[in-house]
């Protein structure tokens, strides 16, 4: 510790108060990683004296966070549309946009084109979605399965599906967010903790699907499954898995 003993008694105070003020900063700091609400009583404490200590609880800025690179784009996408790996996509999804393409489609060949894509998919499931989209979105005929004259559905565009929000199902935004998860990871040398990846994504212009700590918290847990992220022994921080 600094001999401080030489310091007339007004200079010892106010030494010993910056002390405070660094010690109370990190116990905020500790509270916001662990997702805890900072106690009014600390908040206050820390802003009532910006002059002193530089606007005490200021945040650091944080560095912008540029959108991933996009794969190749159909030519009727706009810059606000969502894409995602078709092996994420949800059935729904995967279905519109294999009917997107201006022909009608044999329910056999249809099913066959969605287990290439999504091989858990099974012929019942396609039949039930098939029931709920009759004379509403698709049209079913002998000829088989086509979009209804007007309707708007995703875009397949090689490995890619890409449709504006309002086409998309939750199962898709997740896929979406957790895309964007691993990108930030990837962007990390050392990791990052829950209460981070929250905090920088909710900064991130570009990514607009729910998002919350919850889902966040989830959404780990899912990609930990796929062995796409992993925990650092008991740091709490979550990395890529490279493959």
Known sequence: MTDE???????????AFLRWIEEGKKVWTIFEQEG???????????????????????????????????????KEASGDWFWLDKKEAALRTVVLALLNQGVSIPVKEL?????????DANEGSVSNL????????IQ??????????????????EDYIWA????????????????AVRY?????????QLMQIYRDLKEVKWLKTPLSKDLIKADL?????????????TSKKWTVIKK
């Open 5 to 15: 003993s030489y310091l007339p008694p007004e200079a010892k105070a106010y030494q």
């Open 36 to 74: 805890i609400p900072v106690p009014d009583t600390l908040k206050r404490s820390l802003t009532e004296y910006p002059s002193q200590v530089g606007a005490a609880r200021s945040q650091p800025k944080r560095m912008t966070i540029p959108p991933p690179d996009k794969p190749s784009m159909p």
């Open 111 to 119: 099913i066959a084109q969605v287990k290439q894509i999504l091989p």
């Open 130 to 137: 098939g029931t709920q989209l009759d004379d509403k979105v």
């Open 140 to 157: 079913r005929t002998e000829r088989g399965w086509s979009l209804k004259e007007g309707v708007k559905a995703p875009i397949l565009c």
């Open 164 to 179: 504006p929000k309002s086409l998309l199902q939750k199962q898709d935004l997740a896929a979406f967010r957790r895309m």
């Open 184 to 192: 930030l990871l990837d962007t990390s040398h050392d990791g990052m």
């Open 221 to 233: 847990f899912v990609m930990r499954d796929e062995h796409r992220v992993r925990q650092k022994g």
